[in-house]
């Protein structure tokens, strides 16, 4: 007996609350950048500049008293926080903290690092620094500069890409499916600030990837009804179409969380954030490109018959007489 | 109908087979790694039973290219700097200056006295008393000037002089500026990599990155400040005769004299002349001794005209103290007991074995032309990559059985032809990671994890559509022909654009971004691989000799 997570055959009508769909899309990307805009981002030191410590220690942590013990230091703005992991040991304290990026254009000084184990040395002897990592401000604007712009370049490509395979139509579709997920998924980092650095943007352009290959394979089967079916409207075109690919849909989705979860459980806490992000994107991702991207691709329109020339608008020598 | 010929599935095999030969070294890491080194050592420092034995461990008609770990799995330490190339144009100008001096001097007569006055360091200014001598003084200046040797500054000369009143301004032109960056930054990447060599460490990365940085990656070491230690001081190396001493920073040096800080003794500054005896550029070699009280200290050597040069400066000053002053800090100013003839000599100080080493290796390297200013530091502990090694192969073990069970519990037989194309897919990965170097990083095992999650559904597409088929009552060859044929463009687009934004994260992103832009890019061809040929000859070649009447997907 096979296991099937979808009937052997849907007919589920997607587009007669389109507009519920298209609300609840609009909501979510309204909270998202009010949320983006009330808290921000809970940048991380690859784009704020500053440093951070990761630090061992055998002893039982007390925010309170690292605190108290850097504090003297007069560094700026830190701020420290205890990291807890099912996959630590029982006696495996981990801290990380940051400092803001100093007032000279370099990193860190060495003697800092060496005075800020000293001090911590005495409220837990034995602390070990796993990591420290510190970007100066010089390059961290930088890096938010190249990140917005991989995104932005990303978003282009592809929208390039699809409007050569397929219509133009199609690849507003997917963009606007695109933006939606980019969207939300930074939507969800300012709500619930998880640290924003260097590795979400490589899981946002991965959600770009992922919300895609769906859409793609959507639209990839809607091009072909669409020669296949020259009575059914647009609308009963795409349906048919989601509804033919809908067991893909969810089995590539269901294959792909299943990796992701093990690797959000297991796969400890630094890559924790990163993973959070794309088990996010490939649900919003799913999502969107059955709502989203047809729903757009239906209101839009498209031509049918790519053998003909078209005959009226659209084009610019459309309505010359020869 | 369904057939493909021989040659392509021997082909695809073979694929598979080298895909699995190349992956094969990565499961036995440790021991490959260390018969590696050994063959190294081997090459380098020569033959011992041990390190034979070493070598041994592993067969040398295997494949033994490992995938490289990356920062953030080994331990390590990760350094950016900038060159600041702006340092060098204040010593060209510098060394500039006694030439403009040895042409204008003859010119007296038309140009009257000259003095160099107060200015920006990358420039010379000079007043000249004969206003009207001033076309002349210009054109003695503009006779010193080099054509430019670069592709983009063709025809432009290496210094400007302009003249405002009976002033002259003399600077680097704007080609020669550009030329002088990129000299700069390429001597320095040199020198990093000299210095970073001859600590010993294994496959460091230092690569160029934008116009005046340099980014170092060293594993293994164990701190940023360490590495800095060892590349970011200049070490300028320079003999000079001492003037004076004394206690005052700002006291009066006088014309052609400067004063320097001792290194050792706080409070204490020399007056020494600004044009060196011999510098560091004269050093053949520099190695970690001891001196007669059997302190560390560094033996050097010079080179033929430095030797000559020091010989002469020893045999002359007999009884006067001179400085070896080290990056602007006198390091020791001994009293020349007597003639130095062979060139080599002793530095003394107040040192530990250590700080002798590090600086017999800096010497022996060469001084950096400028200045670095470190924009990004990171180290990372060797405990904290081990473990995020350990959790990312749970990780990927645990994702790897699910989807397994997953796929065969939703297509059985099809599925399990699915699960022998996935393993297939890591193993090329790692296979093609380990044939092009590539390094792995945690967000790489993120991508690969990620790539068992994605890599099932071209197949998935493939096995829909199969079903499809069926039920539309085609027999099963054409189902499964049909199958194949209908799911190629979806499969085709969708992973070109995954594909293009793989390529995008490589092209813009550094370090860990760009390790999980490799392993995705690599996830995404070996997956369009497994599932358009290797399950496809799986598929026919069970067909062949099954020739079921009914089959079920």
Not at chain 1, 182 to 199: C, E, H, M, R, S
Not at chain 2, 256 to 281: C, M, Q, R
Request: proline share 4%; hydrophobic share 50%.
């Amino acid at each position: 007996m096979r296991l099937k997570l979808v009937p052997e055959k849907t007919s589920f009508d997607f587009f007669n609350s389109w507009k519920l769909w298209m609300g609840f899309s609009s909501l979510l990307l309204v909270l998202s950048v009010v949320s983006f805009f009330a808290q921000g981002l809970n940048f991380g030191i690859d784009f704020r500049g500053g440093t951070t410590v990761r630090t061992e220690s055998t002893l039982a942590m007390d925010v309170g008293a690292y605190r108290k013990a850097i504090e003297p230091m007069e560094l700026g703005d830190i701020s420290i926080t205890e990291v807890f992991d099912p996959t630590f040991e029982e006696d495996q304290h981990v801290a990380m903290i940051r400092i803001q990026a100093q007032a000279d254009g370099e990193a860190i000084s060495g003697e800092t690092i060496e005075a800020l184990r000293a001090v911590l040395d005495e409220v837990a002897p034995g602390i070990k620094f796993v990591s420290v990592e510190s970007v100066g401000p010089k390059v961290s604007g930088e890096l938010v500069q190249t990140a917005v712009l991989a995104v932005v370049l990303a978003i282009g490509a592809v929208l390039i890409y699809i409007w050569l395979r397929f219509e133009w139509q199609f690849a507003l579709g997917a963009v606007a499916a695109l933006v939606h997920d980019v969207l939300l998924t930074i939507g969800v980092f300012a709500a619930v600030q998880i640290k924003f650095d260097l590795a979400i943007i490589a899981a946002l352009l991965t959600i770009v990837g992922y919300s895609l290959n769906d859409t793609v394979v959507v639209f990839d089967r809607v091009r072909e009804n669409l020669r296949k079916f020259k009575k059914l409207s647009l609308a009963e075109v795409l349906n048919l179409s989601i509804n033919q690919t809908l067991s893909r849909t969810v089995m590539t989705s269901v294959t792909t969380l299943i990796a992701l979860i093990s690797l959000y459980v297991l796969g400890g806490d630094v890559i924790r954030g990163f993973v959070f992000a794309m088990i996010w994107g490939v649900i919003v991702g799913t999502y969107s490109s059955v709502f989203v991207a047809s729903t757009i691709l239906l209101k839009l329109g498209v031509k049918r018959d790519w053998s003909k020339q078209a005959n009226t608008t659209g084009n610019q020598f459309a309505n010359i007489d020869a | 109908m369904l057939q493909i010929d021989l040659w392509k599935r021997v082909l695809i095999w073979l694929v598979c087979v080298t895909g699995l030969l190349l992956a094969l070294p990565n499961a036995f890491y440790t021991r490959v790694e260390m018969s590696n080194d050994a063959a190294i050592e081997i090459t380098a420092k020569g033959e011992t039973p041990e390190r034979l034995e070493i070598v041994d461990q592993w067969p040398s008609w295997m494949p033994s290219s490992l995938v490289n770990l990356g920062l953030d799995l080994r331990g390590g330490a990760h350094l950016l700097a900038e060159v600041k190339v702006a340092d060098v144009y204040a010593a060209r100008m510098d060394s500039l200056w006694p030439e403009v001096r040895n042409v204008l001097r003859p010119e007296r007569a038309t140009v009257g006295t000259f003095r160099r006055q107060p200015g920006p360091e990358d420039q010379i200014r000079l007043k000249i008393s004969k206003p009207e001598g001033m076309s002349r003084a210009l054109e003695l200046v503009r006779g010193l000037a080099n054509p430019v040797t670069s592709l983009t500054g063709a025809g432009s000369t290496d210094i400007e002089a302009s003249a405002t009143g009976d002033i002259i301004t003399i600077q680097l032109s704007d080609a020669e500026k550009l030329a002088s960056d990129d000299r700069t930054v390429r001597q320095s990447l040199e020198i990093v990599r000299r210095r970073i060599d001859e600590v010993g460490t294994r496959e460091p990365t230092i690569q160029r990155q934008g116009v005046d940085r340099i980014l170092i990656q060293v594993p293994g070491i164990g701190s940023a400040s360490e590495l800095k230690a060892i590349i970011g001081t200049t070490a300028q190396l320079t003999f000079s005769p001492v003037v004076g001493r004394g206690s005052d920073p700002d006291a009066v040096a006088g014309a052609g004299n400067k004063i320097v800080p001792s290194l050792d003794d706080p409070g204490v500054y020399f007056t020494i002349e600004s044009a060196p005896v011999v510098t560091g550029e004269d050093l053949v070699d520099a190695q970690p001794s001891f001196d007669q009280n059997g302190g560390p200290a560094v033996s050097f050597r010079f080179n033929t005209s430095g030797a000559r040069r020091f010989g002469d400066y020893t045999a002359e000053n007999i009884g006067s103290p001179f400085a070896i002053v080290l990056d602007d800090e006198v390091v020791s100013a001994p009293v020349i007991q007597s003639h130095i003839p062979g060139g080599s000599g002793i530095i003394t100080g107040n040192f530990t074995i250590e700080e002798s080493t590090n600086l017999a290796v800096l010497l022996r390297a060469g001084a950096l032309p400028a200045e670095l200013e470190f924009l990004e530091e990171r180290t990372i502990g060797p405990e904290l990559g081990q473990d995020s090694i350990d959790a990312g192969k749970i990780a990927t073990i645990v994702a790897f059985v699910g989807v397994l069970v997953f796929m065969v519990l939703s297509y059985g037989l099809f599925g399990i032809f699915a699960n022998v194309a996935l393993i297939l897919n890591i193993a090329l990965i790692f296979g093609m990671l380990s044939l092009i170097g590539g390094t792995l990083t945690l967000p790489g095992i993120a991508g690969i994890v990620l790539t068992v999650g994605m890599a099932v559904d071209a197949n998935v597409l493939v096995f829909e559509r199969i079903r499809e088929e069926l039920k539309a009552g085609r027999g099963p060859a054409r189902s499964i022909e049909e199958g194949y044929s209908k799911a190629l463009s979806a499969i085709l687009d969708a992973n070109v654009t995954t594909f293009i934004t793989a390529v995008i994260l490589f092209a813009m992103g550094s370090g860990p971004v760009r390790g999980f832009a490799i392993t995705l890019g690599l996830g995404i061809m070996t997956s369009v691989f497994t599932a358009i040929f290797v399950t496809r000859v799986m598929i026919i070649m069970w067909f062949e000799r099954r020739r079921p009447k009914t089959i079920e997907v």
